[in-house]
Structure formats: C-alpha cells, structure tokens
C-alpha cells in the first residue's frame, strides 16, 4: 500500500493550494496586517535643532557638519564618554534627568530629540 502524500501548490506568493487523494481544498490567501501596537514619537523640530547644536558642541564638529535626526552619534565619532556628555549637555539644557536605562538607548539625534519631548510632557 501506498501512502498518498498531499501535494501543495503556490499559485502567488501570498496564495496556498492544498490537494490529497484527488481532492482539493480552498486555496488561503495571506495578507499583510498592519502591527496591531506601533508607537510613534515625532519630536517638535525646535527640539531635535537643539539636540543638532548640543551635539555639534559636545563633538566639537564643524559648524557646517551635516547632522539630521538621523544620524548616529558612533558615525559621528562618539564614543560612550562622548555620549555621556552628551546626555548631560541635553540635561542641562531642557532641564530634564535622563534615567540610566534611558540614557543607553540612545543612539541617534532624533531618539534624544524624543525622549526629551517625552520627559518634558511628563513633566508638564
């Protein structure tokens, strides 16, 4: 005896056939879903041009340096005393404390840009 194996089509990417011992099966179609939970965080521009200025200072960069929300303080050339020194000049400035946990994730202008706005709101 024989066992019959289900054989499996792929039409599209995204579409499935299933068939076994001559009978077929609807096909399932999958489709994207959007995530269910997305935070979205968008500091004012007024914040991230200051963090820009902070950041520019504390790595002693050309006044005509291209820094964007974008940019890494390690492809700038920060290490992690620079970053350091970073947060505290971002401390100073916006009059907030950064906690420890938050201060490590930092890795662009643009999460120090949000995580300000973020504290400056709680603290409102």
């Known amino acids: 005896m024989q066992a019959q194996v289900p054989s499996t089509r792929a039409f599209h990417p995204n579409s499935v056939s299933l068939s076994t011992k001559g009978r077929n099966f609807p096909s399932i179609t999958l489709q994207p879903r959007a995530?269910?939970?997305?935070?979205?965080?968008?500091?004012?521009?007024?914040?991230?041009?200051?963090?820009?200025?902070?950041?520019?200072?504390?790595?002693?960069?050309?006044?005509?340096?291209?820094?964007?929300?974008?940019?890494?303080?390690?492809?700038?050339?920060?290490?992690?005393?620079?970053?350091?020194?970073?947060?505290?000049g971002l401390e100073e400035e916006f009059g907030i404390t950064v906690e420890e946990e938050s201060a490590q994730t930092i890795t662009t202008v643009q999460e120090a840009a949000d995580l300000i706005d973020k504290l400056l709101e709680s603290k409102a």
Not at 45 to 70: F, H, R, W, Y
């Open 35 to 88: 995530p269910r939970f997305q935070v979205s965080c968008a500091a004012k521009p007024e914040t991230v041009e200051k963090v820009v200025n902070i950041v520019k200072k504390q790595l002693a960069l050309p006044g005509d340096s291209s820094v964007t929300g974008e940019s890494k303080f390690s492809a700038l050339g920060a290490d992690s005393l620079d970053t350091v020194e970073i947060v505290m």
